[in-house]
């Protein structure tokens, strides 16, 4: 059976190590960007290249008019949908709660957890037994953050990490029943350029000291975990958040 897989946030990073990953384990893959079209295409690339099958598909996770209409280029290019990553999420500028903005704000949740729902919410419409689908796997990308809080830096990004763990629960326990799993995991201190993004490029090394293992983690350790979750081997696992945190 063709496994599709949609990965939110495809292009680079975890995002882009899932999808690779899950293409040699046999998933079609959707690889999601939001304006960064090149770095999709070699994403694509470098599946098709290792004999695989993925597209790039265009959407801005927050806006929900772009989102039906990725959803439906998959349907079309693809088939019906079978697992999810939603990966696609931003950081800030590190600053205290006192300084942030609610234009900041929105953003934050506008992409790091509306997005993520919308996303879940279409997804299920294909793959629970409830709407004639033949189940699947949703593997959402929280973060340690939701656990440590990220004082001083990016309280708002462990906020919204915060509810994705909570809607985990709670959608797992919703569709358990209709053929779907909904698990997270939790990186910590990973190398990614998501640091940069946050005005902190050197953060990984700043911090590694924090970490038990006294390393920060790479994107394709994460990807292990979430290709894991989204196969038959973790059949009987759902409502798990998965830390992939290095001890911290």
Request: glycine content about 10%; some cysteine.
């Amino acid at each position: 059976m063709n496994k599709v897989l949609l990965v939110t946030g495809g292009s680079r990073g975890i995002g882009a190590a899932t999808a690779l990953l899950a293409a040699q384990q046999g998933w079609t893959v959707a690889v999601n960007y939001t304006a960064n079209s090149l770095a999709a295409d070699e994403v694509v690339r470098q599946i098709r290249s290792a004999g695989g099958n993925a597209i790039a598909v265009q959407a801005d996770v927050a806006d929900e008019a772009q989102v039906l209409r990725m959803y439906e280029h998959i349907d079309a290019k693809l088939g019906r949908l079978s697992g999810l990553v939603n990966n696609a999420g931003v950081v800030d500028v590190y600053a205290r709660v006192a300084e942030m903005s609610v234009a900041r704000l929105k953003r934050m949740f506008d992409i790091n957890v509306i997005g993520s729902l919308i996303c879940a919410r279409e997804a299920v419409r294909r793959m629970s037994t409830r709407y004639g689908g033949a189940g699947g796997s949703i593997v959402n990308v929280s973060s340690a953050a939701a656990r440590l809080g990220s004082p001083g830096q990016y309280v708002d990004y462990a906020s919204a990490k915060g509810a994705i763990d909570a809607f985990t629960l709670g959608l797992a326990k919703e569709v358990a029943a209709e053929g779907v799993r909904v698990n997270a995991v939790r990186p910590g201190l990973i190398d990614t350029e998501i640091h940069a993004s946050g005005g902190l490029p050197d953060r990984v090394k700043d911090l590694q000291h924090l970490v038990p293992m006294q390393r920060g983690g790479t994107a394709d350790e994460v990807a292990q975990s979430i290709v894991w979750l989204l196969s038959d081997a973790a059949s009987y696992t759902t409502m798990s958040l998965i830390d992939v945190s290095g001890g911290r």
